[in-house]
């Protein structure tokens, strides 16, 4: 491992606004675009590791708020950190946690030096800084490391947005300046900063000039998919992607459905992470090239034909539709398994498509046609 770089980005086509590309890191080589998925609890859920890897995924998501809690950011470090405990040696991003606290707990107080908050689990007293975030993800070995940040909702009014944002900047430093001290692990991962700003496109533009001028491997667009909806996502992305630096990757948080990735793609944006493909697969629903799909309509009760006969999961190769609606129907976790084998696979095969596309020189056809299809 220590003979590969620590980070590197490398475009290697254009198209438009859209970037094919590669992260090189010493556990392993990004394809960008990339789609991350989830694995919030050392787990993408319903899916073995291996299972994850075949499917396409160069990397996965841990949740910081969530192994800090439970089984803890320093029992992980004494079990080999998060790439031995659940078996997964390519690389791994973790987020700063900051997200989860303000979404999942009734209890905190935000001050400066952090979030104070109890946990959803037990009910007790945690502090999260920067400082602590950033030797969480220490502990845990993340090969991408995330700055700790608070992320307002849009409907918040501006001089709130503007002050979060000014205090996201600072903590940002903080979590660079945190991040540096721990020597051996900064020597063999990377930070990215996180852009907020809301929907506004003149706090953006500050918060990005901040960014890089304290310096990071790559930069992520936060404080979107927090129910704007995809116009106004969209009417961001329009400019956002442009604020940060053209040599780094870029990095949507949170996002998204299929039709989200090929519009931010087309915008400039090379990373994402969302749980919908996962959560949707337990729940019955399954993405296809035409349309989503719900697995649990009685039109499917006898339907022998797989659940796209385009995608090249192993779901599709061998299961029809008709066992797929008994599993779903029957409650049986094998239906999860299957339906979010199937959804991981068909994200990643979305990612290679326009990859290829992309370095063809032929994005705009497929994304065209692929709206045309998808969105009817």
């Known amino acids: 491992m220590s003979d590969k770089p620590r980070f590197e ?48 995924a160069d990397i996965i998501l841990g949740n910081t708020y969530h192994l800090m809690l439970r089984p803890g950011a320093e029992r992980m ?116 900063g996180i852009q907020q700003g809301a929907l506004d496109e003149g706090l953006r533009a500050r918060s990005a000039e901040a960014l890089r001028d304290i310096g990071f491997d790559g930069y992520a667009i936060g404080g979107l998919a927090v129910g704007e909806g995809q116009e106004a996502m969209f009417g961001v992305l329009d400019y956002a992607p442009g604020q940060l630096p053209e040599d780094r990757p870029r990095y949507l948080m949170g996002v998204g459905k299929p039709d989200d ?48 006969p385009d995608c090249a999961c192993p779901t599709c190769a061998r299961y029809s539709r008709a066992y797929l609606h008994h599993l779903v129907r029957a409650g049986e976790m094998l239906g999860a398994m299957l339906m979010t084998d199937h959804n991981i696979g068909f994200y990643q095969q979305l990612m290679q498509s326009m990859r290829d596309a992309i370095f063809d020189g032929k994005f705009t056809e497929f994304a065209d046609r692929f709206r045309k299809r998808y969105l009817g």
Not at 107 to 126: A, W
Not at 129 to 154: H, K, W
Not at 169 to 188: T, V, Y
Request: charged letters at 30%; glycine letters at 8%; a neutral charge.
């Open 9 to 56: 980005f490398s475009i290697h086509a254009v198209d438009g606004k859209a970037r094919t590309g590669t992260i090189a890191m010493k556990r392993g080589d990004i394809r960008t675009p990339a789609f991350m998925p989830v694995g919030t609890a050392a787990t993408v859920k319903a899916m073995k590791p291996e299972t994850v890897r075949a499917a396409g």
């Open 77 to 192: 470090a004494r079990l080999g950190g998060l790439h031995e405990f659940m078996k997964w040696d390519r690389p791994i991003l973790t987020d700063s946690g900051g997200y989860q606290v303000m979404s999942l707990s009734d209890l905190n107080k935000l001050t400066e030096k952090g979030v104070e908050f109890r946990s959803h689990i037990d009910g007790s007293k945690h502090m999260l800084t920067p400082e602590r975030s950033m030797e969480i993800q220490r502990l845990l070995g993340s090969d991408i490391v995330m700055a700790f940040d608070e992320c307002p909702r849009a409907d918040r009014p501006l001089a709130e947005i503007e002050a979060s944002m000014e205090m996201s900047m600072r903590w940002a430093k903080r979590s660079r300046d945190g991040f540096d001290s721990g020597q051996e692990h900064a020597a063999r991962s990377a930070l990215f």
């Open 261 to 308: 990735l090929v519009g931010a793609v087309e915008r400039g944006v090379d990373m994402f992470d969302c749980v919908l493909p996962t959560r949707s697969g337990r729940n019955g629903q399954a993405f296809t090239w035409d349309d989503p799909i719900n697995i649990r309509n009685a039109r499917f009760a006898e339907d022998t034909g797989p659940l796209d």
